[in-house]
């Protein structure tokens, strides 16, 4: 026979809740805890608390063609493919940020570039809660060494501020949204979410194969061609048009400022 394996009684904590440290009002801490990152809601005085922030890899054709391209003149990489499954990545909570007028410059790198994106909150039960504009900054040359080395590039994308929204707006907008970035007043970016290779149904169930989501969890879903450097002092704004040119997002701008020492 099979053996079967110890069987929850009704009210036992799940696996990932065996898993997760206790946060209960007896518990003590040896230091106070963190304050969660918190995204602004649109009309709402409360905030959206972020519990983990992912990111999906070449989700736009033409970025995924310049990026082989650049990879196979720059770093002899050749076996990529424009229409691979989806791939994640992880952000720090903390690299989510709202409201910030001035992004710092971070250290360690000397190209700092630019990825717009829509980003997905997923509220109760792990469904999409809104949607907000997003920029995921990169150190590419850390990533270029990286990948060159074949070695993790956690440090290119996983920094303080690496990843500054707009404010959320609730539901998914129309496939027919067009997103633009502009930095300085010069478009860079633009694109249609209907452009994506996987759309936001299947994101959702590619990464609830790798992990379980929960509420609070944010994922980045993809960036178009056009990716740049920035410079200290740079204004960037990104800006999301319905099929009637109206505003379909709440804008996400900011500065990017000096280095911090």
């Known amino acids: 026979s099979v053996a079967q394996g110890p069987q929850l009684q009704e009210g036992s904590p799940t696996a990932l809740e065996q898993h997760t440290p206790a946060a209960t009002s007896?518990?003590?801490?040896?230091f106070p805890p963190a304050v969660p990152a918190a995204l602004r809601v649109v009309g709402e005085t409360a905030l959206f608390p972020v519990r983990r922030v992912y990111c999906v890899g070449r989700n736009y054709r033409a970025h995924s063609r310049e990026m082989i391209q650049r990879q196979a003149a720059?770093?002899?990489i050749t076996d990529d493919?424009?229409?691979a499954p989806p791939f994640f990545f992880q952000k720090p909570?903390?690299?989510?940020?709202?409201?910030?007028k001035t992004v710092p410059y971070p250290p360690k790198t000397q190209r700092l570039e630019h990825e717009l994106e829509m980003v997905v909150a997923l509220g109760d039960d792990a469904c999409v809660f809104g949607?907000?504009?997003?920029v995921d900054l990169t150190r590419r040359d850390l990533q270029d060494r990286a990948k060159a080395q074949r070695r993790p590039w956690d440090a290119a994308k996983a920094f303080d501020a690496?990843?500054?929204?707009g404010a959320l707006a609730r539901g998914l907008p129309p496939k027919e949204t067009r997103l633009e970035l502009s930095v300085n007043g010069a478009v860079r970016q633009s694109c249609v979410l209907?452009?994506?290779i996987y759309g936001v149904p299947e994101i959702l169930e590619h990464l609830s194969r790798e992990v379980e989501l929960r509420p609070g969890d944010v994922i980045f879903t993809g960036t178009p061609e056009g990716v740049g450097p920035l410079a200290p002092g740079d204004a960037v704004a990104c800006r999301a048009?319905?099929?009637?040119g109206g505003e379909a997002l709440p804008a996400c701008e900011f500065v990017v400022g000096e280095p911090r020492l």
Request: net charge negative.
């Open 74 to 76: 720059q770093l002899k």
């Open 162 to 165: 690496s990843a500054p929204c």
């Open 81 to 83: 493919k424009v229409d």
């Open 241 to 244: 048009f319905g099929v009637d």
């Open 131 to 134: 949607c907000a504009l997003g």
């Open 26 to 30: 007896m518990a003590q801490y040896l």
């Open 93 to 100: 909570a903390y690299g989510a940020v709202t409201d910030t």
């Open 194 to 196: 209907a452009d994506m």
